[in-house]
């Protein structure tokens, strides 16, 4: 077993290695220059859509904007936001914290691109329900079928690693430690919670992680910022150090500047999976008239997951200092962060964070597995086996030990973001159309509201 681990490390090591992080980054840093820096500019007006009360409900599609933006949430935002931003630090140094924050600045481009695509080229199934993704983008608009079945078996199985069993064994380890409580009863609960909404289907996850994830987000966010002001005298130095620390290198892994890149880089995009394709699965399912409405909606989700959620724990764990404590492992070192700042309702703090974060991202990827799946086989009885299934392994991970598990989904992930940032690339002209369209419609609609409020005078 120590031999698979170790080899699927390295075959992981390799994947998510030098070239797809340039791919990754460079599609972004590629598609920001082509729509005019649009993740800045247009970021207004993405946040009116997201929350607006005047939801579009006429259009085709299952759930809200607001609804489709939770659900990429729910599925993102999880351990990588607490765990991950630990990790990215104790590799790359606190420098890490600020390439993991431009990571996620370009990736708001290449989200609102993948969720343009996946509406754009969305379909209704055998059940009236809409399906989309990269796999339907890449048949339909790119004429490469065979990379779209290859992105679907990749995420289908990946969702069993990174959106299942290492979620439910974070959570069961997590309230073993706090709480006492067996991983077997916790396994248990999940399976009941969890299994109740996902076999309900989107709508059911729509409507749960649109109360679930705004609930968990501003948890985690006010007590991000209520350690921020009472240690407010530590924030300068703290933002100082990771400046200093993003060009030097120092206390780096390898101690130098690649690494400190490598690390904040690869964690902010693996948190925020901008570019693996995941996101656009739930953007498809949006009631939208048009694919660029819905695209600025998909990229809030970068803002919140990677410019905010984990800016305040890569910031907390600096304030702290505990970064350079070489003994204090990743998986602890938020935790231990909180704690030192706050004292003893740290811990509890972190811990009811990633229990919300893994239990939503659980949700979430039961929702992208199964649109990989019916893609693969149509049928939906298909999408029942696999929704069972995915239920019932909720139970193995939070029971078992799932080192090579997590390995191969690393491997999986990584896997599904070649064929997905190809179809990107290749259908960069598609996603600057579509733009152009939205904003001569915004025009349009804001000349007819100007002429209507003269009327009315």
């Not at 009863?185 to 109740?196: D, N, P, S, W």
């Not at 700042?341 to 919300?356: K, R």
């Not at 193995?396 to 997905?420: F, H």
Request: aromatic fraction near 12%.
């Amino acid at each position: 077993m120590e031999k698979i681990e170790k080899f699927l490390g390295s075959i992981s090591n390799f994947v998510w290695g030098v070239p797809l992080i340039v791919l990754l980054v460079g599609t972004g840093i590629y598609l920001t220059f082509r729509l005019g820096f649009l993740q800045i500019r247009s970021l207004p007006y993405a946040l009116k859509l997201a929350f607006s009360r005047n939801q579009d409900k006429t259009s085709d599609g299952d759930i809200s904007h607001f609804q489709a933006l939770t659900t990429a949430s729910a599925a993102t935002i999880g351990t990588g936001n607490i765990v991950g931003v630990a990790t990215a630090i104790v590799l790359g140094g606190p420098g890490a914290v600020l390439w993991m924050w431009l990571a996620g600045l370009f990736g708001m481009a290449t989200k609102y691109g993948e969720a343009v695509l996946a509406v754009k080229y969305r379909v209704k199934d055998s059940q009236g329900n809409m399906a989309g993704g990269p796999m339907y983008y890449l048949e339909h608009g790119l004429k490469q079928k065979w990379l779209g079945v290859l992105f679907a078996v990749f995420g289908a199985l990946a969702a069993f690693g990174i959106g299942n069993g290492t979620q439910a064994k974070a959570v069961a380890d997590l309230m073993k430690s706090t709480f006492t409580i067996p991983t077997w009863v916790t396994g248990i609960a999940l399976v009941i919670f969890a299994g109740a909404v996902i076999l309900g289907g989107i709508k059911w996850i729509g409507r749960v992680t649109s109360f679930f994830v705004p609930f968990m987000a501003i948890f985690y966010i006010f007590a991000g910022l209520y350690v921020m002001i009472v240690n407010f005298h530590l924030v300068p130095d703290a933002i100082v150090t990771i400046f200093s620390h993003a060009f030097s290198g120092e206390a780096a892994l390898g101690g130098t500047v690649g690494a400190v890149i490598r690390y904040g880089v690869a964690r902010g995009l693996f948190s925020n999976e901008a570019g693996m394709g995941s996101a656009p699965i739930a953007a498809a399912a949006a009631k939208t008239d048009l694919p660029a409405r819905q695209a600025l909606v998909s990229m809030i989700q970068v803002l919140f997951d990677t410019l905010i959620i984990c800016f305040i724990t890569g910031i907390t764990i600096v304030m702290s200092g505990l970064w350079q404590d070489k003994s204090i492992a990743a998986g602890v070192l938020t935790s231990s962060a909180f704690e030192s700042l706050i004292g003893g309702a740290g811990p509890y703090i972190v811990t009811f964070g990633l229990l919300f974060f893994a239990t939503s991202t659980i949700l979430g990827w039961a929702y992208y597995g199964e649109k990989c799946f019916q893609y693969l086989f149509k049928s939906p009885t298909a999408i029942w086996i696999y929704r069972t299934i995915f239920v019932l392994f909720i139970f193995i991970g939070a029971t078992a030990s799932l080192n090579v598990v997590w390995s191969l989904a690393d491997i999986l992930n990584g896997l599904m973001a070649i064929p997905n940032l190809i179809g990107l690339i290749g259908l960069s002209g598609i996603i600057v159309m579509e733009t152009k369209r939205l904003q001569n419609k915004v025009k349009e609609e804001k000349a007819a509201e100007a002429s209507s409020k003269g009327a009315q005078l």
